[in-house]
C-alpha cells in the first residue's frame, strides 16, 4: 500500500525558512523512473506546481520560486525534503507532496493529505 | 511556462447529467495531459492520464479526450459523487502547470 504524509510547522513568521518533509511507504525512490513532488493550494485557489525529485537525484523546480526552494531526498529514511527560504504571508497555502511512479506515466498517482502553513507574524 | 485554461470555471448540473469540461494549453502539449477531481478539504485525485488513459479504479462514465492544444474531460452521467472541483495538468515541459480549476456544482 502506498501512502505518503507531510509534516512540518502549521504556522511560520514572514522572513522565516519553511522545512517540510514528505514520509512515504509502499515505493522507493532508488526505483528507476520515480519520483516525488511537492505541490501547493492556497486557501480557495488553485494548484501550483513546485519540485520534483527523482530516483537519480534530478531535480525540477518552479522557476518563479526557484531561488527560494530546495529538494532533497534521503532514499534510507524514506523521506523527501522541501526547504522554502524568506516566507511571505501569500505563501500560506496547504502542501502536498505526491508520488510519480513511473517516468513514461501519469505525473502524480498518490498524493499526501496535505499539510495547512500558515505564515503570519 | 505552458498556460493551461479551462472552461467554464463553474458548472451547475443534475444528477444524469452529461458534462464536459474543456482545457486549453497555450501551446502543444501532444497527450501529456492529466486531470484530477479535488472535493473539499481533500488531496486530488488523479482520473485521467496522457490525454484519455483512465486511471485504475476510477469509473468508465469519466473519459478524457484531446492532443495538441485542446483537451475535454467527459462525464456522461453525473452522480453524486462527482461534484467537486476538476483540474487539468501538463507534464510535458517543466514547470509543469495546472489550470485553474471547473468546480461542479448542482444545480
Known amino acids: 500500500q502506498i501512502t505518503l504524509k507531510e509534516s512540518g510547522p502549521t504556522l511560520v513568521k514572514p522572513t522565516q525558512t519553511l522545512t517540510l518533509t514528505c514520509t512515504f511507504s509502499?515505493?522507493?525512490?532508488?526505483?528507476?523512473?520515480?519520483?516525488v513532488g511537492w505541490i501547493r493550494q492556497p486557501p480557495g485557489k488553485a494548484l501550483e506546481w513546485l519540485a520534483l525529485?527523482?530516483?537519480?537525484?534530478?531535480?525540477h523546480y518552479s522557476p518563479s520560486l526557484k531561488s527560494r526552494l530546495t529538494i532533497t531526498k534521503d532514499t534510507s529514511k524514506n523521506q523527501v525534503v522541501l526547504t522554502m527560504t524568506n516566507m511571505d504571508p501569500v505563501d500560506t497555502a496547504t502542501y502536498y507532496c505526491a508520488l510519480r511512479r513511473s517516468i513514461v506515466g501519469a505525473p502524480f498517482d498518490y498524493w499526501g493529505q496535505g499539510t495547512l502553513v500558515t505564515v503570519s507574524s | 511556462d505552458i498556460q493551461m485554461t479551462q472552461s467554464p470555471s463553474t458548472l451547475s448540473a443534475s444528477v444524469g447529467d452529461r458534462v464536459t469540461i474543456t482545457c486549453r494549453a497555450s501551446?502543444?502539449?501532444?497527450?501529456?495531459l492529466a486531470w484530477y477531481q479535488q472535493k473539499p478539504g481533500k488531496a486530488p485525485k488523479l482520473l485521467i492520464y496522457k490525454a484519455s488513459s483512465l486511471e485504475s479504479g476510477v469509473p468508465s462514465s469519466i473519459s478524457g479526450s484531446g492532443s495538441g492544444t485542446e483537451f475535454i474531460l467527459t462525464i456522461s452521467s453525473l452522480q453524486p459523487d462527482d461534484f467537486a472541483t476538476y483540474y487539468c495538468?501538463?507534464?510535458?515541459?517543466?514547470?509543469?502547470?495546472f489550470g485553474q480549476g471547473t468546480k461542479v456544482e448542482i444545480k
Open positions: 509502499g515505493f522507493s525512490l532508488s526505483t528507476s523512473g520515480v519520483g
Open positions: 495538468q501538463q507534464y510535458i515541459n517543466y514547470p509543469w502547470t
Open positions: 525529485i527523482y530516483w537519480d537525484d534530478g531535480k
Open positions: 501551446q502543444s502539449i501532444s497527450s501529456w
